[in-house]
């Protein structure tokens, strides 16, 4: 059973600093990309992060120089700091696992991030 678990989302203040969690379980993760992507109400999920097998990395605009994705493969994990956060990265927060070379992808439930302003 293949299970995806985000954690350390949470309220903040702008400016201030979040770091997401996800541990997975039930796949090779070392074969998996892994992203972080986002969703505000109202709002179309939209990739924020992604770190591939071989630990290329991609941003959205709109957070590089402030988001940093990283992956511990011993662990299963995948990391997301968040640094000088604004309200507009308010969203539910979700991890995702794409099997390298194909479209089969699992996702985790989400953590919610909250800015205030």
């Known amino acids: 059973q293949v299970e995806l678990v985000e954690s350390g989302g949470g309220l903040v203040q702008s400016g201030g600093s979040l770091r997401l969690s996800c541990v997975a379980s039930?796949?090779?993760?070392?074969?998996?990309?892994i992203g972080w992507s986002r969703q505000a109400p109202g709002d179309e999920r939209e990739m924020v992060a992604r770190?591939?097998?071989?630990?290329?990395?991609m941003y959205l605009n709109s957070v590089k120089g402030r988001f940093t994705i990283s992956r511990d493969n011993a662990k299963n994990m995948v990391y997301l700091q968040m640094n000088r956060l604004v309200p507009e990265d308010t969203a539910v927060y979700y991890c995702?696992?794409?099997?390298?070379?194909?479209?089969?992808?699992?996702w985790g439930q989400g953590t919610q991030v909250t800015v205030s302003s």
């Open positions: 995702k696992a794409t099997y390298r070379g194909t479209d089969s992808t699992y």
């Open positions: 039930g796949i090779g993760f070392s074969n998996y990309n």
């Open positions: 770190i591939s097998v071989d630990g290329t990395v």
